[in-house]
């Protein structure tokens, strides 16, 4: 089993910035591939970003490419996404979320733990 307990989130202008945390307890976190995802109201869950064990490789939804970064710290056991130039349409509630499979990282079905989800509110 693994723990995910989220930090950060909140509200801010169009332009801002934010990050969130993510810590985990529980299994070696080093061996999972982590990821970021958000749910607007009314809609799908939504892929946002995800990072290898390593933290060599890392991956992007379009919408949120070279605006947001995300990062890992295996000696805390915490993964992070800052969020750059911020705009409305990146409210959702976001949730960090671990895969032990390290495929499919676009897809919410391989992630098998999840954070308890965070607010984050963009006004214009």
């Known amino acids: 089993q693994v723990q995910l307990v989220q930090s950060g989130g909140g509200l801010v202008q169009a332009g801002g910035s934010l990050r969130l945390s993510c810590v985990a307890s529980?299994?070696?976190?080093?061996?999972?591939?982590m990821g970021w995802f958000r749910q607007a109201p009314g809609k799908e869950r939504e892929f946002v970003a995800a990072?290898?064990?390593?933290?060599?490789?890392?991956y992007y939804a379009d919408s949120v490419k070279g605006r947001f970064t995300i990062s890992r710290d295996n000696a805390k056991n915490t993964v992070y996404l800052q969020m750059n130039s911020l705009k409305p349409e990146d409210t959702a509630v976001y949730y960090c979320?671990?895969?032990?499979?390290?495929?499919?990282?676009?897809?919410?079905?391989?992630?098998?733990?999840w954070g308890q989800g965070t607010q984050v509110t963009v006004s214009s």
């Open positions: 529980g299994r070696t976190f080093s061996r999972y591939l």
């Open positions: 990072i290898r064990w390593s933290g060599t490789s890392t």
């Open positions: 979320a671990a895969n032990s499979l390290g495929t499919h990282w676009d897809t919410r079905s391989a992630y098998h733990y």
